[in-house]
């Protein structure tokens, strides 16, 4: 029996997205939220006949709001619209974000303000089920809604544009025909609804939330490896300096650090240990939770985005309006992205710094460069490989969101570049993975040239999945095949589930 996901346009969350987008969960809508959606457009048949001009109903968009839209050319108009704005440019969203794509703007057109046909909203739930998924180019967007981009998917509706279908990139009519699926005829609103949302970065954003939280988690893992590695000091983990501060993302860290490290002879005496550890050792819980807590205030904004009107104009069903705005705004959860850049910085540079510690004997009393032998170079050379992605990160985290041109004759004065800063963030969270996992691979190593070390229970089940995939460093090898190895490893979500479920 299939996996099945309700929607109903309030309740949409990112782990939702994810189980459609990787997972192929089937889609059903609400009753009541589709009765809602034909409310909608019985509205706006019955403005058909309306002189009053409504922005994208009966006038142009942009610059061309000044121009009337006769019903009579209702079809021709919005099937106009969809070409106009059919200008993305490559690369193309993965099958997986197209996915995400398709689900974020379905879910929104359920929040009743859009005025869309419900064959619309009845053939995005079709192409998910099938599993028939618009090829739709990233970039081209400034974040405005991205009507550039967006605009593909009505190239497939009306069959003209290409899908991912049965693992090939096919034509959607020829795909149509071939499962008996009605292409869809466009009306009053129709082009406006498909084009003007932000679902191309809200749908990948959500995809990139999920891996960050797994990826913090990731942080905590490799942590404790490293403190192990080091020997260091378990005093900065002491319980009640967190009650003295307060900060919940914190919390969230030492508590996933404290139980990873349980039973771990690191917690022992040793008076030949320094009183206290370098800042990237001694401060990890309080980077791990900041990032936590720049995630939380994300998700809080990022949550309303899902289940929310984004439309321009915005149909308000019970006030018996239609009226022109910026509903399609989505500078309050961006600010909570590039923030997270930010934040994901200063865990990059933590990591790294820790890393260089560990092939350090000043600080380790071990071999220089975790080498088991003098004739072994080890990791000598291995730290201008992570050193070069945390650059990217320190240069990918600077905002974006402020750097934009006056469009449209001047009409269209504010941007914010959306799609780019989630495509930022991206890039970001997958350097980090290499960076963490090479960090790991140093920790692992560390811990084997120790030799004394009893390991805590979950950092004794990361270290054993490590080994399993990576062997001692007793010759030199060609590293970036190990790199490689790590990376796959730590990024999947069964390494994380199995090492916190531990005890």
């Keep these: ?33 589709l009765e809602k959606v034909k409310k909608g457009r ?3 048949f019955d403005l058909v006949d309306s ?41 193309f969203c993965s099958r997986e974000e197209g996915r995400a794509i398709l689900l974020t703007r379905l879910n929104t057109f359920l929040v009743g303000c859009t005025g869309v046909a419900v064959e619309i909203v009845e053939i995005y739930k079709k192409l998910l ?20 981009n967006l605009s593909h998917i009505g190239l497939v509706l009306i069959g003209e544009g290409e899908v991912y279908y049965n693992n090939e990139i096919r034509n959607s009519k020829e795909v149509f025909d071939e499962i008996s699926l009605e292409m869809i005829s466009l009306g009053p609103k129709d082009g406006l609804a498909i084009v ?43 319980i009640d300096l967190y009650k003295a501060r307060n900060y919940i993302g914190q919390k969230i860290s030492l508590k996933n650090v404290t139980n990873l490290l349980k039973n771990s002879s690191i917690y022992n005496a040793d008076w030949k240990k320094p009183v206290q550890d370098p800042l990237c050792f001694r401060g990890s819980v309080q980077v791990n939770g900041a990032v936590r807590d720049a995630l939380r205030y994300c998700l809080e904004l990022f949550n309303i985005q899902l ?6 104009p915005c149909l308000l069903l019970d006030e018996n309006k239609l009226l022109s705005c910026s509903n399609y705004e ?4 961006v600010l909570g992205f590039e923030n997270l850049g930010v934040a994901l910085s200063h865990l990059s540079k933590n990591s790294c710094y820790r890393t260089i510690k560990l092939s350090n004997p000043e600080f380790t009393k071990l071999p220089r460069f ?12 291995i730290q201008k490989v992570f050193t070069s992605l945390d650059t990217e990160i320190r240069h990918l985290s600077n905002p974006a969101t402020a750097d934009f041109y006056s469009l449209a004759g001047d009409i269209e004065d504010h941007a914010n570049n959306t799609p780019y800063v989630v495509d930022k963030l991206k890039k970001i969270v997958d350097n980090l993975y290499y960076i963490l996992g090479i960090e790991a691979m140093h920790a692992v190593q560390a811990i084997d040239l120790r030799t004394d070390c009893i390991l805590g229970s979950g950092s004794e089940k990361a270290y054993e999945k490590i080994r399993e995939r990576v062997p001692f460093y007793d010759e030199d090898r060609p590293i970036y095949k190990d790199i490689r190895t790590m990376y796959d490893l730590v990024k999947s979500e069964k390494f994380i589930h199995e090492i916190l479920n531990t005890n």
């Design 196 to 238: 003007s949302s932000n679902a191309l970065a809200a749908g990948i954003g959500a995809l990139i939330l999920k891996d960050i939280e797994r990826l913090l988690d990731l942080a905590d893992v490799v942590y404790c490896l490293s403190l192990e590695g080091l020997n260091g000091n378990t005093s900065p983990l002491d």
């Design 307 to 312: 289940n929310s009107s984004e439309d321009n």
């Design 42 to 44: 019985q509205r706006i």
């Design 370 to 381: 975790l080498s088991p032998k003098d004739n072994v170079l080890g990791y000598a050379t």
């Design 1 to 33: 029996m299939s996996q099945i996901i309700i929607l109903d346009g309030q309740n949409l969350t990112i782990d939702d997205i994810e189980k459609v987008a990787k997972f192929d969960f089937k889609i059903e809508i609400k009753p009541d939220a």
């Design 129 to 148: 089920n099938l599993d028939i998924i618009p090829l739709i180019p990233k970039r081209g967007s400034v974040g405005e809604a991205d009507i550039t």
């Design 330 to 333: 989505s500078i309050s959860w």
């Design 51 to 91: 002189d009053i001009p409504v922005y994208g109903f009966n006038t142009g968009v942009g610059w061309n709001k000044d121009k009337k839209v006769f019903k009579d050319f209702f079809n021709k108009y919005n099937t106009n619209l969809i070409y106009s704005h059919s200008l993305g440019v490559e690369p």
